[in-house]
Nanobody, 126 residues
Framework: QVQLVESGGGLVQAGGSLRLSCAASGRTFSSYTMGWFRQAPGKEREFVAAISWNGGRTYYADSVKGRFTISRDPAKNTVCLQMNSLKPEDTAVYYC???????????????????WGQGTRVTVSS
């Protein structure tokens, strides 16, 4: 059974940092595009960052560029999201996602991903 399990969320003050991790099990995700999305209360799920199967390409939402960094460790079947200079508007539940057949230009659409984790909550206080 395929599972994506996020961890690392919590409460942090504005300007602080958190590191989210997503552990994949059930299959090897080395050939999968991995993404992070977030959903704030009352809002739609939105793209945060994605990384190609070999780590050669990374993609970021404009709102997090320069503050967040996505990385992956194929040996550990994990993907991480380092979040620095956090803002109150970063408050949301963060989800890890995986897909083997991402079409070019569609990495930022939730519907492009088949596998999802259960989410980890990030709260940034002002």
């Amino acid at each position: 059974q395929v599972q994506l399990v996020e961890s690392g969320g919590g409460l942090v003050q504005a300007g602080g940092s958190l590191r989210l991790s997503c552990a994949a099990s059930g299959r090897t995700f080395s050939s999968y595009t991995m993404g992070w999305f977030r959903q704030a209360p009352g809002k739609e799920r939105e793209f945060v960052a994605a990384i190609s199967w070999n780590g050669g390409r990374t993609y970021y939402a404009d709102s997090v560029k320069g503050r967040f960094t996505i990385s992956r460790d194929p040996a550990k079947n994990t993907v991480c999201l380092q979040m620095n200079s956090l803002k109150p508007e970063d408050t949301a539940v963060y989800y890890c996602a995986a897909e083997s057949g991402i079409l070019p230009g569609s990495y930022d659409y939730p519907a492009s991903y088949y596998y999802w984790g259960q989410g980890t909550r990030v709260t940034v206080s002002s």
